[in-house]
C-alpha cells in the first residue's frame, strides 16, 4: 500500500513552471507550491503473498488497486 503525491499532478505543475519561465518570468519570483493531489495505491497481489487482507471499505476509497 502507498500514499503520497500523485506523480502525474506534479508533472503538470512542472510544466506550468517551465512554461511561466520560458514566457519571460523570474524563477525567484514563482511562488513555491504544495502538492494538491495525494494518490492511495493498494497492491493486493503482494498483500495476498505477505498474508493481509484489505478491508473492502479501504479498496473503495484506493485511487489505484493492483491485482
Known sequence: MSYG????????????????ILKGAKAADLPVEQPMK??????????????????PNVLERADKVIK
Do not use: C, H, M, W
Open 5 to 20: 503525491v500523485s506523480v502525474e499532478e506534479l508533472f503538470r505543475r512542472a510544466a506550468v513552471y517551465v512554461d511561466k
Open 38 to 55: 495525494f494518490e492511495l495505491v493498494v497492491n493486493l497481489k503482494a498483500a495476498k503473498q505477505i498474508g493481509l487482507t484489505i478491508p
